[in-house]
């Protein structure tokens, strides 16, 4: 099984939240340059997994166009958004529990902040920095896609795939500028 991973799209199709984004984030993209960006990594997936700051549920109609698609709340989410998505939740997929949350506060420690809500589970599915991040701590495989889109806060932008068979494996795609 293949699974489809990105966080932080920090997409809107609001003024002064689309604005905001552009100014802090540095992001001018649209639901449109999305699905072309993500196109030939998720055409194939089974399933797409967004770790939240969303920001317009609108996300998620491009998302499905890929497959189902889970997904939790982030920090910058939208109230439409929030009432929608958890801020924390466990699928399980082919076998494999996946714990999904966003991510808060500062960069620095947020893999062992996260890494300690989350029991029995084989991978955790997180966001926030804009960084990408695939290693395995305390048994557990935590995995950051960074993000698809911010150019400002982030060294590239990137998504990720979940390879799921006999075990659980992340890959990280940088994506062109």
Known sequence: ??????????????????????????????FQD???ILSPHFQSVDAVLHAGDMVDIEVISVLEKFGPVYAVAGN??????????????????SGFKIGMMHG????????????????????IVFGHTHRSFNEIVDGVLM????SALDRHFA?????GILHL????RGEIIQLSE
């Open 76 to 93: 910058m989410d939208t109230s439409e958004v929030r009432e929608r998505y958890p801020e924390k939740q466990v699928v399980e997929l």
């Open 104 to 123: 808060w506060g500062k960069p620095h420690g947020l893999v062992e902040k996260i890494r300690a809500k989350f029991d029995r589970v084989d991978c």
């Open 34 to 36: 999305l699905e072309s």
């Open 143 to 146: 995995f950051n896609p960074g």
């Open 155 to 159: 060294p590239s932008r990137s998504i």
């Open 1 to 30: 099984m293949k699974i489809g991973v990105i966080s932080d799209t920090h997409l809107s199709c609001s003024g002064m939240r689309r604005l905001s984004s552009r100014l802090i984030s540095g992001i001018s993209e649209s």
């Open 165 to 168: 068979g006999e075990n659980i």
